[in-house]
């Protein structure tokens, strides 16, 4: 079964910075594109930031210039650097994997970053 898996989750002060991991196991297949989506108490999911296999990254506006994406490719695995997190990105963060080729589109469990003032 294909499973991407968070980690780096947590409690951290505005300001502060933390950095996700996603490991997918699971698959031999590369991903096309991997990425972080998160979704506020409610609220809808929404993007944060994805990566293809080329590297070419896209980024929601408001965590331009505060968040970094970055994977790869051969491991299947993806990072989220966060620097100067608001509160307003109180969430639980989800990792997405797709492959087209398999027509998979597989989400994480999720991981609760909360954000203090």
């Known amino acids: 079964q294909v499973q991407p898996v968070e980690s780096g989750g947590g409690l951290v002060q505005a300001g502060g910075s933390l950095r996700l991991s996603c490991t997918v196991s699971?698959?031999?297949?590369?991903?096309?594109?991997m990425g972080w989506y998160r979704q506020a108490p409610g609220k809808q999911r929404e993007l944060v930031a994805n990566?293809?296999?080329?590297?070419?990254?896209n980024y929601a506006d408001s965590v331009k210039g505060r968040f970094t994406i970055s994977g790869d490719n051969a491991k299947n695995t993806v990072y989220l650097q966060m620097n100067s997190l608001k509160p307003e990105d109180t969430a639980v963060y989800y990792c997405?994997?797709?492959?087209?080729?398999?027509?998979?589109?597989?989400w994480g469990q999720g991981t609760q970053v909360t954000v203090s003032s």
């Open positions: 997405n994997f797709v492959v087209y080729a398999r027509k998979y589109n597989c």
């Open positions: 699971g698959t031999i297949y590369r991903f096309n594109v």
């Open positions: 990566i293809t296999s080329g590297d070419n990254t």
